[in-house]
Every structure is written in C-alpha cells, then in structure tokens.
T-cell receptor, first 111, second 115 residues
Framework: AQSVAQPEDQVNVAEGNPLTVKCTYS??????LFWYVQYPNRGLQFLLK??????LVKGSYGFEAEFNKSQTSFHLKKPSALVSDSALYFC?????????FGKGTRLHILP | GAVVSQHPSRVICKSGTSVKIECRSL??????MFWYRQFPKKSLMLMAT?????????EQGVEKDKFLINHASLTLSTLTVTSAHPEDSSFYIC???????????FGPGTRLLVL
C-alpha cells in the first residue's frame, strides 16, 4: 500500500541547533510529497511540497526538505531551530483527490 | 492566500444532542470540501469528501447517519454530529479545494467535547 511513515513520535532539539524530522515513503511511480505543520489547537498549514525537479525543496518559515530516492526519504530540515517551531509536523502524500497523512511527529524546541 | 474558516472553534455539548460545525471558504469557491477527525496525539483521519450539490462520499468505517455532511453552496459545508456521545469528542478539521485546483486549504479546526 502506498504510504508515508514518520518513525519518530517526538523530536527534541535545542534552540539554535539544526533540526530534522524524518519521513519515509512507499509510493509507486513519481511520488508527490508534502509537509504540513499544526500549531496547538489550530488547523494545518502547508510548508512545502515535492513534485519533481530539484531534490532540495524550500518552504515556509525557513524549512526545507530533501527528497532522496535511493533512501525513499523526504526529511524536513531547518538549519537553526526556533522555540516557535515547536509544533506537530505531518508528512503527507496525495492519493487520487485525497491527502493521506503520516502519524505526525511532535517537535519540541528547548530554549 | 485562500482562507478557510470554521465555526464554532470550540463547542461543549451534552450527550445525546446534535452539534453542527460550519466550514466556509472565504475568498474562493470550494467545489470540494473534506472533513477530517484528529484524535489526541494521532494523525488526521479523513472522514468524508463532499462535492457541492451532491452527496458526500464517506470513508470506510465512518457512519454517514452519525456524521451528516451538507455542501449546499460553493462556500459552505456543514458537519452535523448527531446524538453525540463522549467518544465523539475530538478535533474536527475541514479543508476546501477550488474547482480545478489541487491544493487543499485547511480550516483552523473545531474542538468538540461531549459530556
């Protein structure tokens, strides 16, 4: 079955350090992949997407993600974490006209 | 950018009552709206897809008589939780997509607490 997986329930990073939130995919053909962020008690905000082209995708709030076909990964990264980046992050992929979300990774940025 | 609103943002109701949640696209016409449910510390689960003017398509395991969805106009979809019970307590999120578009724009969510 086509899916995305987020192996980490929670990631803790000190403020100012680089952060990585992991996502692996199992999608046939050319995968379309998304990252969304959910701040507490709020809906989802779109961060970035990979459709084709450059493997390094830049998105909102200084985030970027690297598409790695050999490792079937699409990890979300940021060079220097902010406390305000603390939130729930979802990797996702489209299936027909739906979006299928990973289970989410809670990111805690420690001051 | 496209804005989607939900009302109410938070609702508390007694067991056995029905609750209606509205989802509105504020600056675009949404031919398709989606309703998701999010359990604590869990991912979003798609409940149903509604197209304007037609019946909603429910995901497997979602009771259509329990969760009534109406998409009466191009800017409004409603989710009614009928005869709500405590296990229906959750965070409900809608999203909307314009005609011919591929991007879903998400609402801020509605937290339902059934006592």
């Amino acid at each position: 079955a086509q899916s995305v997986a987020q192996p980490e329930d929670q990631v803790n990073v000190a403020e100012g350090n680089p952060l990585t939130v992991k996502c692996t995919y199992s999608v046939s053909g050319n995968p379309y992949l998304f990252w969304y962020v959910q701040y507490p008690n709020r809906g989802l905000q779109f961060l970035l997407k990979y459709i084709t082209g450059d493997n390094l995708v830049k998105g909102s709030y200084g985030f970027e993600a690297e598409f790695n076909k050999s490792q079937t990964s699409f990890h979300l990264k940021k060079p220097s974490a902010l406390v305000s980046d603390s939130a729930l992050y979802f990797c996702a992929h489209p299936r027909w006209d739906k979006i299928i979300f990973g289970k989410g990774t809670r990111l805690h940025i420690l001051p | 950018g496209a804005v989607v609103s939900q009302h109410p943002s938070r609702v508390i109701c007694k067991s056995g009552t029905s609750v209606k949640i509205e989802c509105r696209s504020l600056d675009f016409q949404a031919t398709t709206m989606f309703w998701y449910r999010q359990f604590p510390k869990k991912s979003l689960m798609l409940m149903a897809t509604s197209n304007e003017g037609s019946k909603a398509t429910y995901e497997q395991g979602v009771e259509k008589d329990k969760f009534l969805i109406n998409h009466a106009s191009l800017t409004l979809s409603t989710l009614t939780v009928t005869s709500a019970h405590p296990e229906d307590s959750s965070f409900y999120i809608c999203s909307a997509r314009a005609r011919g578009g591929t991007t879903q724009y998400f609402g801020p969510g509605t937290r339902l607490l059934v006592l």
